[in-house]
């Protein structure tokens, strides 16, 4: 079974600060999604990445695929409170036809 | 809009109890799982299918079943309740990506717990 870890695993910033959190891995994935969970609810997805070196943006929210597709990190700029919750990667090993691994998640909390 | 929809939100059953939690879909995708979600484990596969009548085992299938017996729907099926199956169970469809990778969608999750 492929791993991804998810650091660090909590994080409580104040608004309006930046953060980078990070999943990594020593297994190659086809592609990488990162997820957000509030409470109660199931993930929602935020992005999928396929490229090696790939980056994306969404609003104040910058994924990266690392060049050898073994690792991401997610970038948010000027945090808000709406930002707060449960930040999944997960990866899709070769030849695995859909199914991810999942990392255990990082709780992010933006403090107003 | 994509919708997985769960069939219930909450349960409590008793130790020992059969237990169905339903799964539906509208988008017509072949893949459908179960996941279930504890505090410091994260997501763990409990089974899978990619077709009607057709089911795999994911990483923690002992304890439970599946059925699908319409494309739409994935059930997963507790044959005898027990505590340590307390849970979040999440299900899940994916839209396959050619060349830009897949696209999961969850259901809003079933809060179970055995007594």
């Known amino acids: 079974t492929q791993l991804l870890e998810q650091s660090p695993q909590f994080l409580s910033i104040q608004e309006g600060e930046n953060l980078t959190v990070y999943c990594n891995s020593s297994s190659v994935f086809s592609s990488l999604q990162w997820y957000r969970q509030e409470p109660g609810e199931g993930p929602v997805l935020l992005v999928t990445v396929v490229t090696g070196g790939e980056v994306k943006k969404l609003k104040r929210l910058t994924f990266q695929f690392g060049d050898a597709r073994k690792d991401s990190s997610l970038h948010i700029t000027a945090a808000q409170p709406g930002d707060t919750g449960l930040y999944l990667c997960?990866?899709?090993?070769?030849?695995?036809?859909?199914?991810?691994?999942f990392g255990k998640g990082i709780t992010l909390s933006v403090r107003p | 809009d994509v919708k997985v929809t769960q069939s219930s939100r909450y349960l409590v059953k008793r130790t020992g109890e059969k237990v169905f939690l339903e799964c539906v879909q509208d988008m017509d995708h072949e893949n459908m799982f179960w996941y279930r979600q504890d505090p410091g484990l994260g997501l763990r596969l409990i089974y899978f299918s990619y077709d009607v009548k057709m089911k795999e085992k994911g990483d923690i299938p002992e304890g439970y079943s599946v059925s699908r017996e319409k494309k739409e729907r994935f059930s997963l099926i507790l044959e005898s309740a027990s505590t340590n199956q307390t849970s979040m169970y999440l299900c899940?469809?994916?839209?396959?990506?050619?060349?830009?990778?897949?696209?999961?969608?969850f259901g809003e999750g079933s809060w179970l717990t055995v007594v």
């Open positions: 997960a990866g899709e090993p070769p030849g695995a036809n859909s199914k991810l691994t």
């Open positions: 899940a469809s994916i839209k396959i990506g050619i060349g830009t990778g897949n696209t999961i969608y």
